[in-house]
């Protein structure tokens, strides 16, 4: 879109804005005194999903209501606001601005909500967690904490990749994420609330197994299952094996699934680094065994995270609070040595 547009002025005549200007600001806030909050969710719900049918049926709405919706918008403001291309709905430059201030605008009242139930002496509302796929193994131990200690607060948790979830945190779908390394291309608040290990597995009937001070030589030429290249366990796996010779040349199988890395391993198909918390149930009944390498574990840590371009609501607080003083009711228990 043009950084230049053309649009109707209060006496009829054609005016030129330039795009986030303060002429341009000032026609799009006295447009925008006729535009409803439902309009801007509307809008909202477009830019999260792509395409209309599948915003109204988040809003659950019709596909006519918020495509009508978006044409008062556009024509409140005076601009185009999406692209209707064939393979969805893209915002605009202007679409963006709008967006912006929409989301700013759903923050500030939820932030709004959070503090005047604060004042009430009541800690009640809604938080939305986005948590890599490790977090799966305490992650009902930890609701069903918080809960118990939160009651009046509802906790929504969506696991997926960290790339999903670090999007999440970008198109701010989340209020907090929870992972084992924070990016470094979004600006975030960080608070560690405890620890996990790195470890290697294999079969129990693996030679190495029970050996003592494993080298990297001895494992460098082993078939490796690991996760995908975006993963932080991945990436812990690469650097630690980087200084071993040869590496390079050694078999690697991808998945992106921790469940299918221990069925792999436990089919002997080889060996897998993984979090020791995933593969704790497996040890314990002798279906993987840890391998004793010279190095590992490595200790790795749990962080919260959350943008700090947003206001850390009482709810937020209340769920970060928790996560790093309760860590002990739900976090695993490192596997015996």
Known sequence: ?????????????????????????????????????????????????????????????????????????????????????AHGMYPTEAGRAVLSAARDIEDRLQLL?????????????????????????????????????????????????RTETIERLKKRTIDIALVGRP???????????????????????????????VSKADIVQEHFIV???????????????????????????????VEDIKRAVMVDTGLAFLAAHSVADEVRAGKLAVLDVVGLPIRRQWFAISRTDRAMTPVMAAFQDFLTQRSGQFLPEALPA
């Open 113 to 161: 909500s959070d503090e005047l139930n604060a004042f009430k002496g009541i800690k009640r509302g809604r938080i939305t967690v986005g948590a890599v796929s490790t977090v799966r193994y305490f992650a009902s131990a930890m609701q069903n904490a918080f809960a118990n200690e939160f009651p009046d607060i509802d906790l929504d948790l969506v696991i997926d990749r």
């Open 1 to 85: 879109m043009p950084s230049i547009v053309t649009t109707l002025g209060p006496d009829g005549a054609k005016v030129n804005f330039n795009l986030f200007t303060p002429a341009l600001s000032f026609f799009i806030i006295e447009a925008m005194k006729n535009i409803s909050f439902r309009q801007l969710r509307s809008l909202l719900a477009i830019e999260s999903h792509g395409k209309i049918v599948e915003a109204a049926k988040v809003l659950r709405l019709s596909a006519p209501a918020v495509t009508l919706q978006l044409k008062q918008l556009e024509a409140e403001a005076g601009v185009r606001l999406f692209d209707r291309m």
């Open 183 to 213: 990016p470094r291309d979004i600006s975030v608040r960080a608070a560690i609330f405890g620890e996990h290990s790195l470890v290697i597995v294999a079969p129990p009937h693996h030679p190495l197994v029970g050996r003592h001070d």
């Open 227 to 257: 996760r995908g290249t975006d993963s932080s366990t991945r990436i812990s796996f690469e650097r630690f094996m980087a200084d071993v010779p040869g590496r390079a040349a050694s078999p690697i199988t991808e998945m992106e699934l």
